[in-house]
């Protein structure tokens, strides 16, 4: 790679269990992809059911530790992990860059934006606060506290391999649990270097624990996690269908679940807009990460009256801003690779079904080997209609499907024509318009006039089959803790 690691005993393949850094007893092991060509890069352990189960154990007598530690220890604990992962931006960045082929400038900031969660929960630690309620009965007191919860196993996906690390186990971190950790077995080398930082942190052993295992054994590895009465409560980032299936499994055992799925994001630019920052707003949402966020717009409404014009400066901008090139470690380049052969393929055959049903695509439009197998340029598309393919499920790669639409009841309709409902966009130069359609979006986050809704101080969260639970804020680490009322009497 055109890197040199500048703490190479970062990059390591092995698991951390319990405080100790294992492999498979069985010896299996499955590789780790590099996006850029297809090469493997590594063999992770793919670790047995009972290996997952000594590890959720472990992490259950690290609880009986660990609730123990005063909340500014465990502050200060986390401080260290955040200092250690600062000090380590450029060798995870690098990490991200090799496992997820995201241009070495666009890692550094989604390593960034994975530090700032751990800011925010270290602070967090020390506000974790009960409260007192006036009780009718006479000579009674209640009182709240709030309790960590216990094991929380944590699966986590692909697209941001930093930053999903520490808006899981940070806030129950923070909150006093311990954490079984399964990243996807697409990215597990950012997770085996956070956990390396978080040894050296100085928690006691069994707090976090890092598992890797093959595609071929999740589910199996995933039924543990949801059926061991140890594990208190799951927390999952990926698809709606896996979300679904995890939620399930949990329901038998009335088991907490956090779940952050899938998103149809509509991005909605009404005739008074201001165009130039509706396109920048749109690349930023659109064409960031490749078009392979939750977050990212996928269903574009725009006003009839503005829908050329739009079209046009769209294009126009996407040629001066997304900077490809032929190596992702150059400094300048700002568009990456999709993750994976099946990324380019489900985005590819968006395309095709736009077109059968007589979209038009203006710019990209076809994978585009020249920088490798899986890279897909942008792509622009117009006279897209509503009942094409995309609408239906997220595409999750950097096509702009442009849909013309004429009211405000329309679009609204349309956009909430979907069963998930995570991030929407809007742009508008009317107050009115921002706030009626703002509060008639079914979403969980809106931006009005931007096309960025996720830092770490905000609530991350979805409606309807987008999840359950909120990421991030103070909110977050509430999901982590059990509210427990204590009565006094005899007063
Ligand atoms: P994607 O299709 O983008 O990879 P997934 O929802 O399949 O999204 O994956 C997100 C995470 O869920 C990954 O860590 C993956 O390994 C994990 N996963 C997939 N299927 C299961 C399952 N049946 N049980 C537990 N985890 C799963």
Not at 132 to 148: D, K, L, N, Q, S
Not at 213 to 240: A, D, W, Y
Request: net charge negative; proline share 5%.
């Amino acid at each position: 790679f055109e890197y040199t690691f500048e703490d190479p005993s970062l990059v390591d393949n092995r698991c951390f269990v319990n405080g100790q850094w294992v492999t498979a007893a069985s010896k299996k092991s499955f590789p780790v992809h590099d996006p850029v060509d297809d090469a493997v890069v590594c063999l992770v352990p793919d670790l047995s059911v009972a290996e997952v189960r000594d590890a959720i154990k472990a992490a259950e007598d690290a609880f009986q530790i660990f609730r123990k530690v005063p909340h500014r220890d465990r502050r200060f604990m986390l401080r260290r992990w955040g200092d250690l992962i600062k000090a380590a931006r450029n060798d995870l960045a690098a990490l991200c860059t090799i496992e997820l082929g995201k241009p070495f400038s666009e890692s550094l900031g989604t390593v960034a934006y994975g530090i700032d969660y751990l800011d925010w929960f270290e602070s967090e630690c020390e506000r974790i606060y009960g409260e007192t309620i006036p009780a009718y009965r006479r000579g009674t007191r209640i009182m709240t506290v709030r309790e960590p919860q216990g094991v929380v196993a944590a699966i986590t996906p692909w697209n941001s391999p930093v930053a999903m690390i520490t808006r899981k186990a940070g806030a129950a971190i923070a909150a006093g649990n311990t954490v079984v950790l399964k990243p996807a077995p697409e990215t597990p080398l950012c997770a085996i270097a956070m956990a390396k930082l978080f040894e050296r942190a100085g928690f006691p052993a069994g707090v976090l624990s890092v598992i890797t295992c093959s595609p071929e054994s999740t589910p199996t590895i995933g039924e543990e996690l949801c059926n061991n009465k140890l594990v208190k409560h799951l927390s999952f980032t990926g698809s709606t269908a896996v979300g679904k299936i995890l939620n399930t499994q949990c329901a038998r055992h009335i088991k907490k679940t956090s779940l952050e799925l899938g998103g149809n994001a509509p991005f909605i630019v009404f005739e008074d807009a201001n165009i130039d920052s509706a396109v920048d707003g749109m690349i930023l949402s659109k064409f960031r990460s490749s078009g392979q966020t939750c977050v990212c717009a996928n269903r574009i409404f725009i006003h009839e009256q503005i829908y050329d014009e739009f079209a046009n400066r769209l294009k126009t901008r996407v040629a001066e801003t997304i900077r490809p090139s032929a190596s992702v470690w150059d400094p300048k380049s700002n568009f990456g690779p999709l993750y994976a052969g099946k990324g380019v393929e489900k985005v590819q055959r968006h395309v095709d079904d736009a077109v059968s049903r007589g979209a038009k695509v203006i710019l990209g439009g076809k994978a585009d080997h020249n920088y490798g197998p899986n890279f897909y340029p942008p792509t622009i598309i117009t006279g897209s209609k509503s009942n094409m393919l995309f609408c239906q499920e997220e595409t999750f790669g950097p096509v702009a499907c442009l849909i013309p639409f004429s009211t405000q009841e329309e679009v609204i309709r349309m956009a909430n024509d979907t069963d998930v409902g995570l991030a929407g966009y809007l742009f508008t130069e009317n107050i009115n318009t921002l706030w009626d359609v703002a509060e008639a979006l079914q979403v969980g986050m809106v931006g009005c006039r931007v096309g960025l809704v996720s830092a770490c101080e905000q609530p991350f969260s979805g409606v309807k089959e987008s999840g359950l639970g909120i990421e991030g804020s103070s909110h977050a680490l509430k999901e982590y803790t059990n509210i427990k009322s204590i009565t006094l009497g005899g007063l």
